[in-house]
């Protein structure tokens, strides 16, 4: 059987490592201390400058202890890490998503088992909320230390709606008879980029788990049993080409950044997105929240939410586990998840960290949801192999485009399932 998620060889690996591929020195220690080599997806703010204080109250704290950190963007991340996994010196501690992406490295035997140490310090693991904790976890072993957690809502305009006597849409229908009185008016009724596949999948992932059952995503999803044939999937690209006229214009050419910013300044009345955006749009926009609309005839159920907790692993190669995970451990304190709320705005998935002395009402209402969902619908993008992830996303940027039709997405999705 193909394997598609094998780590680079090393020769390759080596190569893209001598042509600076990483920027950490050489394991070990410096001056007497341990290093510890850190790598995560956030360059930018205000993630950036989160991480960098906390290394530095780490230090402080901790004189034995030096942190390396590297960061690089998402989609360049999602490379680099299967490549500095599958060489000599991967770094201590890296970030990885859930689900799929974390189960890969794990078979490939490239994480840590971390069981021990939440069963040897209850008081610390305790505090993290346990739905948060699974999809870290293979056999009956946790891998991973979940960091923040999101999921995904419409965000609207109550100002908007209130001037245009709309009210936030809680079927289908009425989503889209919503967004036909949004565009009469002069407004982009729903903004949305589709030029990162990314942005797509998380439509996807919420539609296939409202018109495909469970058992049959779980067998498509995660076996080597996948067909991808049920009615279902084309149904589920079928609600997406009907809201096509509602989107951003030129949806395959524009980013969720740019669509994002189209809400923030009046000219959209909804966008989906995650509940880590709510900070980045507080204070442009009179924002309330509604959750994906309930579909007639829909299979799944709407107590479930598309999202996923993220998080960081220690390599299986760390000299220093102990070390590394004292640091993940003061990472995911109370203290530091409150932080990353009030600074960040985004959410930790240590209980009571987002309060009223350092989050609004919206976000305290995505908090809330999110304790109470049934459960999690993974993003899609990181809960199935990559190979079908992407036949799935660049041929349904190509039905957004014109070119093809629900029916022949699918097909091409079906190959590339035989093809594993």
């Known amino acids: ?89 991967p770094p201590d501690i890296y970030f990885a998503w859930s689900d799929e992406f974390a189960r890969k490295i794990i078979k490939g035997d490239r994480a840590l088992d971390l069981t021990s140490y939440y069963k040897e310090d209850q008081k610390w693991s305790g505090q993290l909320l346990q739905s948060q904790i699974e999809p870290f ?58 030029k990162a596949t990314w942005a797509i999948s998380h439509y996807i992932g919420t539609l296939n788990q409202r018109l495909v059952d469970a058992k049959t995503r779980e067998t498509d999803y995660h076996t080597e049993n996948a067909s991808f044939t049920d009615q279902g999937y084309v149904d589920a690209l079928a609600k997406l080409q009907e809201l096509l006229p509602y989107f951003t214009k030129h949806v395959n050419s524009v980013d969720h950044e740019y669509v994002r910013q189209q809400f923030k300044s009046g000219k959209a009345g909804m966008i989906y997105a995650e509940t880590s955006e709510i900070k980045l749009v507080n204070g442009s926009v009179n924002l309330g929240l509604f959750s994906f609309p309930d579909i007639s005839g829909q299979k799944g159920s709407s107590d479930m939410l598309a999202g996923a907790p993220e998080g960081f692993m220690i390599s299986s190669k760390t000299k220093h586990p102990k070390e590394a995970m004292a640091f993940l451990k003061f990472l995911t304190s109370k203290k530091m998840g409150e932080k990353l709320v009030k600074d ?30 049934k459960g999690m619908v993974a993003w899609f993008d990181m809960d199935v192999d990559a190979e079908i992830a992407d036949a799935y996303l660049t041929n349904v940027q190509k039905m957004l485009g014109g070119d093809m039709r629900p029916e022949e997405v699918m097909k091409e999705v079906q190959k590339a399932a035989k093809s594993k």
């Open 1 to 89: 059987m193909k394997k598609r998620y094998v780590f680079v060889i090393a020769a390759v690996a080596a190569m893209l490592l001598a042509s600076g591929c990483s920027g950490f020195q050489s394991s070990g220690s410096e001056s007497g201390k341990v290093t510890l080599k850190l790598f995560h997806r956030w360059p930018k703010e205000p993630e950036k400058s989160f991480f960098e204080e906390a290394v530095k109250e780490y230090e402080d704290s901790h004189p034995g202890v030096s942190i390396q950190t590297e960061a690089v963007l998402n989609d360049s991340y999602k490379d680099k890490i299967k490549v500095m996994l599958g060489t000599s010196q």
């Open 137 to 194: 976890s293979a056999g009956g072993k946790t891998y991973g230390v979940p960091w923040q957690m999101a999921s995904k809502e419409f965000f609207y305009n109550k100002d908007i709606f209130k001037k245009l006597n709309l009210s936030p849409p809680k079927t289908w229908d009425e989503l889209i008879r919503a967004s036909k009185v949004l565009k009469e008016n002069g407004y982009m009724p729903i903004a949305f980029g589709a």
């Open 344 to 373: 960040v705005g985004k959410f930790s998935p240590v209980k009571g960290t987002a309060n009223k002395d350092n989050a609004d009402a919206n976000q305290l209402e995505a908090v809330d949801s999110l304790n109470k969902a």
